[in-house]
């Protein structure tokens, strides 16, 4: 709304740029993929809650029987299943390192530039990931 040779309403920089989000974009232009990726992790959530609501279901109905339960292996045992199960976990690792990306950048913007806290508080985040991962898994192969 700034018609040429008016300086009524003069430009500034800040009117081209409502999204005040771009602190959370990565610093370097993504891949195609990844963008794809990005916009798949609603539906890749979405996807992993329905099968697990679907197993909790079988569960719950398996104890008026066995054949729920071999009704839900079968189906993970699915090709699609496994290869949907399989994209739907790397949108999750991407997912996980985005948002540990994006939690640094916003620590170090409401604390100044203090890079070393920033990459403290990523370290931690991994490392408290990779901890509750191997416990779990631990808990599972038991």
């Known amino acids: 709304m700034n018609p040429k040779n008016n300086d009524k309403y003069p430009i500034s ?26 916009r798949l992790i609603p539906f890749a959530m979405i996807w992993v809650s329905l099968v697990l609501m679907f197993g909790v279901i079988c569960m719950y109905t398996n104890a008026m029987g066995q054949d729920e339960f071999y009704r839900f292996i079968f189906f993970l045992h699915n090709p699609i299943v496994v290869a949907l199960n399989s994209l739907a976990l790397l949108i999750a690792l991407l997912h996980s390192i985005l948002w540990f990306n994006s939690t640094t950048k916003i620590a170090s913007l409401n604390q100044g530039n203090q890079k070393s806290r ?11 990931t990779i901890a509750i991962s191997i416990y779990l898994l631990l808990l599972v192969l038991k």
């Open 118 to 128: 920033a990459w403290l508080i990523s370290a931690f985040l991994w490392i408290v």
């Open 13 to 38: 920089d800040y009117q081209g740029n409502c999204n005040n989000l771009n602190i959370l974009q990565p610093e370097t232009k993504s891949l195609r993929l990844i963008i794809i990726m990005r």
